[in-house]
Nanobody, 118 residues
Framework: QVQLVESGGGLVQPGGSLRLSCAAS????????MGWYRQAPGKQRELVAA???????NYADSVKGRFTISRDSAKNTVYLQMNSLKPEDTAVYYC????????????WGQGTQVTVSS
């Protein structure tokens, strides 16, 4: 019912910036939150940032102060502005959309590769 398409990943040098975009389509009217997860080689998938329908945000400690999540409701799009990138930020970044009613259901994008390297 919900499709998520990420864009904006790529190769960047340490200290550089990237902005990821996630466009949602389909049955999007009852989504409670959207956010970004990432998975680095050999590591578990972790929450990077999330924003609820009410506008509250949540960040991983490792990115707080460097990353900012925002949304454009008119475009049904969520953004992740990533500044001061570090090599340890290298991962596949996945867009997430969450619906909560009597249970929780998560929708996932295909992922976009972010590589931070000199």
């Amino acid at each position: 019912q919900v499709q998520l398409v990420e864009s904006g990943g790529g190769l960047v040098q340490p200290g550089g910036s990237l902005r990821l975009s996630c466009a949602a389509s389909g049955s999007i009217f009852n989504l409670n939150a959207m956010g970004w997860y990432r998975q680095a080689p050999g590591k578990q998938r972790e929450l990077v940032a999330a924003i609820t329908s009410g506008g509250s945000t949540n960040y991983a400690d490792s990115v707080k102060g460097r990353f900012t999540i925002s949304r454009d409701s008119a475009k049904n799009t969520v953004y992740l502005q990533m500044n001061s990138l570090k090599p340890e930020d290298t991962a596949v970044y996945y867009c997430n959309a969450r619906r909560v009613d009597w249970s929780r259901y998560d929708y996932w994008g295909q992922g976009t590769q972010v590589t931070v390297s000199s």
